[in-house]
């Protein structure tokens, strides 16, 4: 059974910065995708950014310039680096490992998700 785990979440002021890193087996099972997502209160869950099997990766405007995705292939884990935070980035952030075709997207159809772990940016 495929597993996931988040690390590395908090409390930050605005302008600060957080590493989040996802623990898992790798591209297996056929998932070629493995990406971050956040869901804030009352709202749906968004991609943030994604990296594929040929790292090539896609942000979300929100995220273009302040975050990046990359992964560590020794331990197979996943890091998504949060610069210059905003209250607005506020959400719990979920990483996943997921189907994608024939390239990277943000659109989660079928895979694994972490348990997620909650980010909080104070003004």
């Known amino acids: 059974q495929v597993q996931l785990a988040e690390s590395g979440g908090g409390s930050v002021q605005a302008g600060g910065s957080l590493r989040l890193s996802c623990a898992g087996p790798?591209?297996?099972?056929?998932?070629?995708?493995m990406g971050w997502f956040r869901q804030a209160p009352g709202k749906e869950r968004e991609g943030v950014a994604v990296l594929d099997y040929r790292r090539s990766t896609i942000y979300a405007d929100s995220a273009k310039g302040r975050f990046t995705i990359s992964k560590d292939n020794t331990n197979n884990t996943l890091y998504l680096q949060m610069n210059s935070l905003k209250p607005e980035d506020t959400a719990t952030y979920y990483c996943a490992l997921y189907y994608c075709a024939a390239t990277a997207t943000l659109r989660f159809s079928r895979g694994v998700w972490g348990q997620g772990t909650q980010v909080t940016v104070s003004s």
């Open positions: 790798g591209f297996v099972s056929g998932y070629s995708c």
